[in-house]
């Protein structure tokens, strides 16, 4: 059976479960040296309950087993929890969520994927951002807010949460992850969106959703699907915009907007020489990234490539940014998303 790692309050109530096993209740405020002393003592068969969330990350890296939250007396493999805590920084101490909101989460490829769709939802769809409050559902994952690309934004009451995952297959699995700890931790969101670039063919990314919802209970309604009492909805980028032909394309991608906004504003025209200089002595076109740089340069802002994208967005008219969307074909899924 491997280990069992049990959190929650009520977890005498577990125990009874297994009261032929070792159970250790490990001293609180111990250092890290101290707690991997412990964990080296460890032989991974053992049964532990704990509220220390340092030292449930030291177990999940170097054993096999299950984490049981107490209070339902649900569980995860150690796989998922770790999934959880690296990703997503979830508390699996677990608690009280309280009364709901309304609560979307979109999962995002990248940072700057997740700076675009905050910036994108502020402009057109009149949102804010909203980090000082972050609403009881989100409870588990709060912290993530107080870093920097993890985005929180609010309107009328409806919030909407971004979050970077690492590409197509970190999409995927904060998925399958995210809606284990809805079912482990017994709370809900109204929807999942999943901002996904179509590197081949639009089959087989919904191939991959579907796969990794083949563990839930669902059914498929429409362009989306109902797990339990939340639409997870794929918000699929697969739009080819036409631009300079110096400019490299090669698959669907958020950078692809990124230049319609900057063609928007005319600032493509004004580095348009330089784009082509560049292609000639490079002997080759260039790609999406380098010509955002080039752009950043022509504006003159010297910050980070997150910043640039939110700076431009915020500064696009709300038509321009609307059509772009729009031409992209990502509008509507957007306006789905939103709880």
């Not at 999940?60 to 990703?87: H, I, Q």
């Not at 675009?116 to 409870?139: D, H, I, M, S, T």
Request: hydrophobic fraction near 40%.
């Amino acid at each position: 059976m491997g280990m069992i790692v049990i959190t929650g309050t009520r977890y005498d109530t577990v125990l009874e479960e297994f009261n032929h096993r070792k159970i250790l209740f490990p001293e609180y405020g111990k250092n890290r040296e101290q707690l991997k002393d412990f964990v080296a003592s460890l032989t991974g068969d053992e049964i532990i309950v704990t509220a220390s969330l340092e030292l449930i990350d030291l177990l999940l890296g170097g054993f096999e087993g299950l984490v049981v939250y107490s209070d339902t007396g649900k569980s995860l493999t150690f796989d998922e929890a770790y999934g959880l805590r690296k990703y997503l920084d979830f508390d699996l101490r677990g608690g009280q969520i309280g009364e709901s909101s309304k609560v979307s989460v979109l999962f995002v490829e990248g940072k700057t994927d997740s700076k675009f769709f905050k910036a994108a939802y502020k402009k057109v769809f009149g949102f804010r951002e909203a980090r000082k409050r972050v609403p009881a559902n989100l409870k588990l994952i709060e912290r993530l807010f107080e870093r920097d690309n993890y985005e929180l934004v609010v309107r009328d009451g409806s919030y909407i949460a971004v979050i970077p995952s690492e590409g197509n297959s970190g999409v995927i699995r904060n998925l399958g992850n995210f809606l284990r700890a809805m079912e482990v931790f017994e709370f809900r969101v109204d929807k999942i969106g999943l901002a996904i670039d179509i590197d081949e063919s639009r089959e087989q990314v919904m191939e991959s959703i579907t796969g990794r919802l083949s563990s839930f209970s669902h059914q498929k309604s429409g362009g989306k699907f109902i797990v339990g009492g939340t639409s997870v909805i794929p918000l699929l980028i697969g739009a080819k915009i036409e631009l300079n032909p110096c400019i490299e394309w090669q698959k669907p991608a958020v950078e692809d907007f990124m230049l319609a906004v900057l063609q928007a504003d005319g600032t493509l025209e004004k580095i348009e020489r330089a784009i082509n200089i560049l292609c000639i002595d490079l002997k080759r076109k260039l790609r999406p990234k380098e010509v955002i740089y080039l752009a950043m340069a022509a504006k003159k802002f010297w910050g980070n490539l997150e910043g640039f994208y939110e700076m431009t967005i915020m500064r696009t008219p709300r038509w321009k940014m609307e059509k772009i969307l729009r031409r992209g074909g990502i509008y509507e899924v957007m306006q789905e998303v939103i709880p």
